[in-house]
């Protein structure tokens, strides 16, 4: 069974900085996409970041330039460090695994607040 545990999330002022977590258990060798999602109140989840294979990664318009995914093969994880922090960034943010059997497995979420 497939678990995803995020971790890192909290508070921060804007112009911060912060780093998310994401540690997957029980995935095979097909589930090889991970990525970061955002949901804040009254919007649609959106991508924030993803990362195929070992290194192609793509970004939400909104975060590029700003953070960045990056993964630990060995360690089966996932982080995404934020920078330059606003209040719009301001969400639950949700790590994904896709496996390319078309398997889709989600965290449970973790808050990102932005606010002085």
């Known amino acids: 069974q497939v678990h995803l545990v995020e971790s890192g999330g909290g508070l921060v002022q804007p112009g911060g900085s912060l780093a998310l977590s994401c540690a997957a258990s029980?995935?095979?060798?097909?589930?090889?996409?991970m990525g970061w999602y955002r949901q804040a109140p009254g919007k649609e989840r959106e991508l924030v970041a993803r990362?195929?294979?070992?290194?192609?990664?793509n970004y939400g318009d909104s975060v590029k330039g700003r953070f960045t995914i990056s993964r630990d093969n060995a360690k089966n994880t996932v982080s995404l460090q934020m920078s330059s922090l606003n209040p719009e960034d301001t969400a639950v943010y949700y790590c994904?695994?896709?496996?390319?059997?078309?398997?889709?497995?989600w965290g449970q979420g973790t808050q990102v607040t932005v606010s002085s």
């Open positions: 994904r695994l896709y496996c390319n059997t078309g398997l889709v497995y």
């Open positions: 029980g995935s095979g060798d097909s589930c090889k996409t």
């Open positions: 990362i195929i294979g070992d290194s192609y990664t």
